[in-house]
């Protein structure tokens, strides 16, 4: 798995993210762009990833649990909402969902490289 490339596809998946949300609920309130500032974040994290992949990388999985815990809460309200249930800010309860998803998707990849790493790195010493 080429790290580098996944910790920047996220970024744009979260800022793209980010930017819809922000579009969807009218360009109302600046926090709707949150996911978007975490794929610049990424973006940091995939630069340095470039030049450090150790160092990148887990500045990557910090920016995703980051994400991740920021939102995961929302996945408790998520079954009220897909059931078509009445529920307070229904735009930003979903695009919350998703991002926490999507950083738990992330942080995931990122643990799995970091075994990968280690297993490479205890299988051919140097």
């Known amino acids: 798995m080429n790290m580098p ?30 996911p978007s500032i975490f794929g ?38 998520l079954p009220a909402l897909l059931a078509g249930e009445t529920v307070e800010r229904a735009a930003a309860l979903g695009v919350q969902a998703a991002f926490a998803l999507l950083s738990l998707i992330f942080v995931a990849l990122c643990v799995k490289s970091f075994i990968d790493a280690r297993r490479a790195r205890t299988a051919h010493p140097s």
């Open 5 to 34: 490339r996944v910790i920047f596809i996220f970024a744009v998946i979260f800022v793209l993210l980010g930017i819809g949300a922000y579009l969807m609920t009218g360009a109302q309130s600046w926090t709707a762009l949150i």
């Open 40 to 77: 610049l974040l990424l973006v940091v994290a995939g630069a340095v990833s470039l030049k450090s992949l150790k160092h990148g990388g887990h500045i990557a999985a910090l920016v995703g649990l980051l994400g991740f815990l920021g939102t995961a809460k929302s996945l408790g309200k």
